[in-house]
């Protein structure tokens, strides 16, 4: 059975390259019908806060990504961790080092001196003496004296490491708290994950997990190392290049099915394939087709996502999104009209719901360079022909076909080109030259508004004259 994890240390929020390895990991459980489990690595308390757990959990709420079973957290399972602790010791696989501080930092200073790298000794390895007075004692674990920890990484390929760049490194603290390592190598074996999918950051811890594995006889999970996300510059991305938080981009209105989809393309490819949806990225995933090699972040290929999932969202959907910018659309009589016609210029949500404002909402006042421009006697003397032709009508007004019918009557008799009247028209119901179709725009509106619109204008424009 395919077991997978994603383990973040909650400190803060849920980074958008967590999400990428989140989403690998989720895919290739999902795809093999096997269990995705969600851990919290928080055993440094200092460091971590409830808040930051929630943050993570309402995350993956957002896009959606559903783990199995309970979240486990570290800071539950220290018992555990002790009595593997303590298993080690017993079985003579680890052993308490007694050096003090002291002699720590003068075995440093004179490796550095000879020009080696510092590492421990190996001095309390055999020591079976009377133990020193007042010193609290570290636990090491006995790593190999000779050969290399090897492991085939599905994405990076066979790794080898030389026992020798190793120690015995802790794996208790004096205080008897557990170290990083180990309790990443204990909690993974025992949760049975047969795939470690994580950051190429990581790639370093994984030989001294892989010597916990060892002593303890645990079977060794199948580990993939994902290169990291950089910046268009080959930087590590930072806030400076965008959002890092992935809750950030619920705020500025990406949709999570864009967002998913876009960070599945972060690093992974299947031919030139752009769109996935969440079942074919299930169907298509393999972690074995990783890019060895990192992937830029690139904001203008988000944008492009976003505006494909926007336009091909159902109304009622998009409705609902618009919610959260205190846009409530879901019983307007023309909320199909309006957004059929928003939909597909906006590249975010928050994009729409100003697109779609503009139109529902009295424009404040009108700029100036635009006044400017369109105070001129004919445009003048034809809104107001258009408000007259309006208000005499006696034909009911409702679809843009029939403010298109008026409208071009009204220029027929005239002799005059629709074309030219369009940019006004709009400036009077919307504020703004450029958008939407006109028609759209005053079938939204309804005949009053649009009167009352145009008569607004015309009284500006006269005052600009
Ligand atoms: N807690 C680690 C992190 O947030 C991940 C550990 C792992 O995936 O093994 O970077």
Redesign the pocket.
């Known amino acids: 059975m395919v077991i997978t994890?994603?383990?973040?240390?909650p400190?803060g929020y849920l980074?958008i390259g967590?999400l990428r390895?989140a989403l690998f990991s989720y895919l290739w459980a999902r795809k093999n019908g096997g269990r995705f489990l969600l851990?919290i690595?928080d055993t440094d308390l200092a460091r971590n806060s409830q808040e930051a757990m929630r943050a993570i959990v309402e995350a993956f709420e957002w896009v959606g990504l559903d783990f199995d079973g309970e979240v486990v957290y570290q800071s539950a399972r220290f018992d555990i961790y002790k009595e593997y602790i303590r298993k080690l010791l017993d079985d003579g696989k680890a052993y308490y080092c007694y050096m003090s501080k002291e002699e720590l930092d003068i075995l440093r200073e004179e490796l550095q001196a000879k020009g080696e790298k510092p590492k421990y000794d190996n001095r309390y390895r055999d020591f079976y003496g009377i133990p020193p007075e007042g010193i609290a004692p570290v636990v090491r674990i006995k790593a190999p004296l000779e050969g290399m920890v090897e492991f085939e990484d599905g994405v990076k390929g066979r790794i080898a490491i030389d026992v020798k760049e190793l120690d015995d490194f802790i794996i208790a603290r004096s205080d008897g708290t557990p170290t990083?390592n180990f309790v990443?190598a204990i909690d993974?074996a025992l949760m049975n994950v047969s795939d470690?999918?994580?950051?190429d950051?990581?790639l370093s811890?994984t030989p001294k997990?892989i010597i916990i594995y060892n002593a303890l006889g645990f079977e060794l999970p199948m580990f993939y190392h994902v290169p990291m996300i950089l910046n268009p510059d080959g930087k590590k991305l930072s806030k400076r290049d965008g959002a890092t938080d992935v809750m950030d981009y619920k705020k500025e209105g990406y949709l999570p099915e864009a967002l998913l989809n876009f960070l599945v393309r972060l690093g992974w490819s299947h031919g030139d394939q752009e769109i996935f949806d969440m079942k074919e990225m299930c169907e298509l995933f393999c972690p074995k087709d990783i890019n060895k090699s990192a992937s830029a972040y690139n904001q203008e290929k988000l944008l492009w996502l976003n505006s494909h999932y926007i336009k091909n969202s159902s109304n009622d959907k998009l409705a609902r999104e618009l919610e959260r910018y205190e846009l409530f659309l879901a019983s307007h009589d023309k909320k199909e009209i309006l957004l059929n016609s928003v939909k597909d210029r906006a590249k975010t949500i928050k994009e729409l719901a100003i697109v779609a404002k503009g139109i529902l909402y009295e424009p404040n006042e009108y700029e100036q360079k635009s006044c400017e421009k369109f105070a001129k006697d004919d445009v003048i003397s034809n809104l107001e022909g258009i408000k007259i032709h309006l208000v005499d009508s006696l034909k009911a007004f409702n679809l843009p076909i029939d403010y298109e019918e008026l409208l071009h009557q009204y220029f027929e008799k005239k002799e005059l080109k629709i074309s030219k009247y369009f940019q006004p028209l709009r400036f009077a119901l919307t504020g703004s030259p450029m958008g939407v179709s006109v028609f759209d725009i005053m079938s939204i509106l309804g005949k009053n508004i649009t009167i009352k619109r145009l008569e607004s204008l015309i009284e500006r424009l006269r005052e600009e004259k």
């Not at 994890?5 to 240390?9: C, E, H, L, T, V």
């Open positions: 994890r994603f383990a973040p240390s400190t980074h967590g390895t851990r690595e990083y990443v993974d470690v999918i994580r950051g950051d990581h811890n997990q």
